[in-house]
């Protein structure tokens, strides 16, 4: 497995509060990636990283912010959680970009905003 | 574990038996395509991969299949083992530059006793 540690696996936050998830990767990889899955919907992408401070947005990326100060750390903030950001958010890396390679995922975050 | 596959396709397959999965994709632009397996509470595991220059990729027990000219991808299990069930998804990267990948949602595999 690849070398990613997503914290915490279980969250339960109430409505309107900042909440943070953390993504760890061992492997040195350039890009870092949180990726949101509901049900009946494909992976959808929120905001990626090219490089230390370097993000840029998603599909999704509305009410969602990150940011990347060290290459193996890749935080997501919900500054004001919402019901309809309830979801499992998973971590990717990749040391693609333009040379093509595969996303490896983390196992994942279920937040649950009540 | 996770709800995500609630309204998921199914396919149930005799353990020993082949697996075909389908998968179509959207843009014709696409030039790197991977199939994912997810098994409950686990994060998608990376399978096999295939590049828009070729048409067939094998892999340990696994054989991706890429037809352009319908836009279609299929990930064929020969030999279906129990520790095979769970979803499986493809992605196709639109183009050579950009970090999107667009994500298919999913396939149930059920392996049968």
């Known amino acids: 497995d690849a070398g990613i540690t997503q914290s915490p696996r279980h969250k339960v936050t109430e409505t309107g509060t900042p909440v943070t998830l953390r993504c760890h990767q061992t492997e040195n990889h350039r890009y870092m990636y949180w990726y949101r899955q509901d049900p009946g919907h494909g992976l959808r992408l929120i905001h990626y990283?090219?490089?230390?401070?370097?993000?840029d947005k998603g599909e999704v990326s509305d009410g969602y912010s990150v940011s990347r100060s060290k290459t193996e750390d890749f935080l997501l903030t919900l500054e004001s959680a919402t019901s309809s950001q309830t979801s499992v958010y998973f971590c990717?890396?990749?040391?693609?970009?333009?040379?093509?390679?595969?996303?490896?995922f983390g196992n994942g975050t279920r937040l649950t905003v009540t | 574990g996770e709800s995500v596959g609630l309204h998921l396709p199914t396919l149930s397959v005799q353990e020993g038996d082949n697996s075909i999965i389908n998968c179509a994709y959207s843009?014709?632009?696409?030039?790197?395509f991977i199939w994912y397996k997810q098994e409950s509470g686990k994060g998608p595991q990376f399978i096999i991969d295939?590049?828009?220059?070729?048409d067939k990729r094998q892999g340990q027990r696994v054989t991706v299949l890429l037809n352009k000219t319908v836009k279609h991808l299929s990930l064929q299990i020969a030999a279906t083992q129990p520790g095979d069930s769970a979803v499986y998804f493809c992605?196709?990267?639109?183009?050579?530059?950009?970090?999107?990948?667009?994500f298919g949602p999913g396939t149930r595999l059920s392996v049968l006793p």
């Open positions: 843009n014709s632009a696409s030039d790197y």
């Open positions: 990283s090219y490089g230390v401070k370097d993000t």
């Open positions: 990717a890396i990749s040391d693609g970009g333009r040379n093509n390679s595969p996303l490896h």
């Open positions: 295939i590049r828009s220059n070729m």
């Open positions: 992605a196709e990267k639109p183009d050579n530059y950009g970090q999107n990948f667009v």
